[in-house]
């Protein structure tokens, strides 16, 4: 069964808080990955960077506190979004744009970002191959990706994260993101991972495997 995108964005959208304090309980995993994810970018002064699923900000935050480059964060829920707008004053950083917009129908023209980075957001997606697509068509040629996504046998953190996802929404049926049955295909191995990236066009995907998480360097041709 596909994931039910209004059930996990209204998910999401109400757990934003639980979620960042989750976050912040795995800070050590993050502190592992996101030097070497954005350290991939190879982010220069002049680039336009889209954090895509960005959550409380974590990613494009951090990136803005070591660059100049001009960074929108998008998320599906409006709550992540304020959510991330405030984290991003709390910490210094006021000049990153936070919208609201759906991976798979992304509101900017071709061609328009240098780098991507997303973390953690293409599992939670119902369309995951349009998603893919979408990131591909919005990054300029020669323009870089990096995809961070838990693996599926080894992040140990993400497979708690998911149950205790599952476990909401028995628990609130409005609550309800993901069944039983999705448990085990939510996350990605290297091979689908890798499949889905490369489908999308991206003519180069490397992945590398840190702390029980996938960071694919995705460039386009």
Not at 148 to 175: C, Q, W
Request: charged residues 25%; hydrophobic residues 45%; neutral net charge.
């Amino acid at each position: 069964m596909p994931i039910d995108k209004e059930a996990t964005a209204t998910w999401y959208n109400t757990a934003a808080p639980l979620y960042s304090f989750f976050r912040n309980l795995t800070r050590r995993t993050d502190c592992d990955i996101m030097p070497y994810a954005i350290g991939c970018l190879d982010l220069s002064r002049s680039d336009m960077v889209l954090d895509a699923g960005t959550g409380p900000g974590t990613y494009a935050i951090e990136i803005a506190r070591h660059s100049t480059a001009k960074i929108i964060g998008v998320d599906i829920s409006p709550k992540f979004v304020a959510l991330a707008q405030k984290n991003a004053v709390a910490e210094g950083v006021p000049v990153i744009e936070f919208l609201r917009a759906d991976l798979e129908s992304l509101p900017f023209r071709k061609a328009t970002f240098n780098k991507i980075i997303c973390g953690g957001a293409l599992q939670a997606v119902a369309d995951r191959e349009r998603a893919a697509s979408e990131l591909f068509r919005v990054l300029v040629e020669g323009g870089r990706a990096v995809v961070v996504e838990p693996h599926k046998k080894r992040s140990v953190n993400d497979r708690l994260f998911l149950i205790m996802m599952y476990l909401t929404g028995l628990a609130h049926r409005k609550l309800h993101a993901i069944g039983v049955d999705q448990l085990t295909d939510y996350f990605f191995e290297e091979e689908t991972l890798y499949n889905l990236l490369s489908g999308a066009g991206f003519f180069q995907v490397k992945i590398e495997l840190r702390s029980g998480t996938m960071c694919a360097v995705c460039d386009k041709q």
